[in-house]
């Protein structure tokens, strides 16, 4: 408890776009009850914070944290580490913090060609320049993050309590989980066993999509803009359009299927799928018609990048958690650093 | 030291075709390499795609799946959708820089015990001359969805 005697709020951005840190304001009215009930204490966003003041803190002295973004550096595990510390109550929020979200995508290649789309790509002057953790200046040692080989999700670094999916959250689902802590803090409503999903259900987000099904027998799989023609009524999947509903966890109200566009999967795997991915792919490939190689091969053709259409969300939480040249970099680099702190 | 590599292969099979091939080729003394570790699943459109990816990241060096020939399924037409979850599969793992011999599926007929032994030989070869696949597996950090009560009594 702080002077005031409000239990203590904070939120830190890690490798993500700070869309969740906008959802949070999206809550609209409710952000007055977040106020009321809890003295921000750190939230880089919103206000002025060193990293020394969160380790000057007590250990366990704030109540919630919520921290959004996938494990992409040095930084992020720093203060992931640091905030797991201080804080009773970690949720990661959001796909990136869940399931390593969009970012994580580029775990599907090495540091070094990444670092070359980045740095030696048309969208820069710098030709050739990389990014160095260390580099000496006239004034001393300059030190930036180090860059892991594979972006982790938060739970793949330290403990999380809850889970929060989204790309952002949905405002009410928010809305909801403000509430009941709060409620919870008061006694008057029981927190979820720790690692729970909050903010979601249970089930898919085609349960929740008002479109009608009926029997799939999809001849080619095609781009949404190059159809003439979207039934308003009819599932998108039934079209041929790869829509990620059938694997994606519930909770959001099936927004975008409603609005005529893809579910692209960004609540992660619905309760009990251990690969996001390989579920996605089963229900895909299971309404493929064809019966011949030729012919499967011809409709799969539609799909041009299956790994980033299964895992678009979802990699760094996969089983195999990205490309084999990222994990065996990562592999090699634990490996000497093992070495070099062995002696 | 590729020399004294033995590929670890799980194998999927069917239990109406392959795995009775597989018996039929025990029961005749038809021999095949003892590196695949052969499960039988009741059909192999019973085959979740996960079952692959948790065997290639747990240690396997390649999979073997296994079902009824085209128009042969117990179940009608379940192969067929083996078939295309394994050519998209196959499509996926090839982004993620796994080689194509190291998930392969082949048709094998109950009769079949002396076709599947051979599939199974060419294959542990095939494995062999690619090397392990040896997928890292995740170090340092907590498993997802730890129990968060037992850290926080541990840093409190």
């Known amino acids: 408890m702080s002077a005031n005697g409000k239990p203590k709020f904070a939120m830190y951005w890690a490798a993500g776009c700070g869309g969740c840190e906008i959802a949070v304001l999206n809550i609209h009215e409710k952000i007055l009850d977040v106020d009321a009930n809890f003295e921000v204490v750190f939230w880089p966003v919103a206000m002025d914070a060193k990293y020394q003041d969160v380790e000057a803190m007590p250990d366990g002295s704030i109540t919630l944290t919520l921290f959004d973004g996938g494990i992409r550096n040095s930084e992020n595990e720093m203060l992931a580490r640091l905030l797991r510390r201080k804080s009773q109550i970690l949720v990661a929020f959001g796909s990136c913090a869940c399931q390593g979200g969009i970012p994580g995508l580029a775990n599907l290649s090495a540091t070094e060609s990444l670092f070359a789309a980045v740095y030696d790509g048309i969208s820069t002057d710098s030709q050739g320049v990389r990014p160095q953790a260390v580099w000496q200046v006239p004034e001393g040692e300059l030190h930036i993050p180090e860059f892991y080989p594979v972006l982790k999700t938060l739970a793949q670094v330290v403990p999380v309590d809850y889970f929060m999916p989204g790309c952002p959250p949905e405002p009410h689902q928010i809305a909801a989980v403000v509430d009941l802590v709060i409620q919870a803090l008061h006694g008057q409503a029981e927190l979820p066993p720790p690692g729970s999903i909050i903010g979601a259900s249970c089930s898919t987000v085609c349960d929740e999509c008002p479109r009608a099904r009926n029997v799939k027998h999809i001849r080619a799989f095609e781009r949404i803009q190059n159809l003439a023609h979207i039934d308003p009524t009819l599932c998108l999947l039934e079209q041929g359009l790869p829509c990620n509903g059938p694997a994606t966890r519930s909770g959001c109200g099936a927004l975008c299927p409603q609005a005529g566009a893809l579910c692209i999967g960004c609540y992660g795997p619905a309760e009990g799928v251990l690969d996001y991915g390989a579920r996605l792919l089963s229900a895909f490939a299971s309404v493929v018609d064809g019966s011949t190689p030729e012919e499967i091969e011809r409709c799969l053709d539609g799909i041009p990048d299956p790994a980033g259409q299964m895992y678009r969300f979802g990699l760094a939480n996969s089983l195999l958690r990205g490309g084999r040249a990222a994990c065996e970099e990562e592999a090699e680099q634990e490996l000497s650093y093992e070495a070099a702190h062995h002696d | ?156």
């Open chain 2, 1 to 156: 030291m590729t020399d004294s590599f033995e590929p670890v292969l799980i194998g999927f099979t069917c239990n109406w075709c392959s795995y009775r091939a597989a018996d039929l080729a025990g029961t005749a003394r038809v021999k095949y390499p003892p590196n695949i570790r052969l499960l039988r699943l009741m059909c192999s459109g019973r085959l979740d795609p996960t079952f692959v990816l948790k065997a290639l990241a747990s240690g396997a060096d390649g999979v073997l799946i296994t079902g009824c020939h085209p128009g042969e399924c117990h179940y009608l037409e379940q192969n067929y959708k083996a078939l295309r979850r394994y050519l998209l599969l196959r499509r996926m793992l090839a982004q993620m820089g796994i080689e194509p011999e190291r998930v392969k599926l082949v048709w094998a007929s109950a009769a079949e015990g002396v076709k599947l032994a051979e599939e199974i030989t060419r294959m542990v070869e095939d494995v062999r001359a690619l090397g392990p696949l040896n997928w890292p597996q995740r170090h340092n950090g907590a498993a997802p969805h730890a129990d968060a009560t037992a850290i926080k009594e541990g840093t409190a």
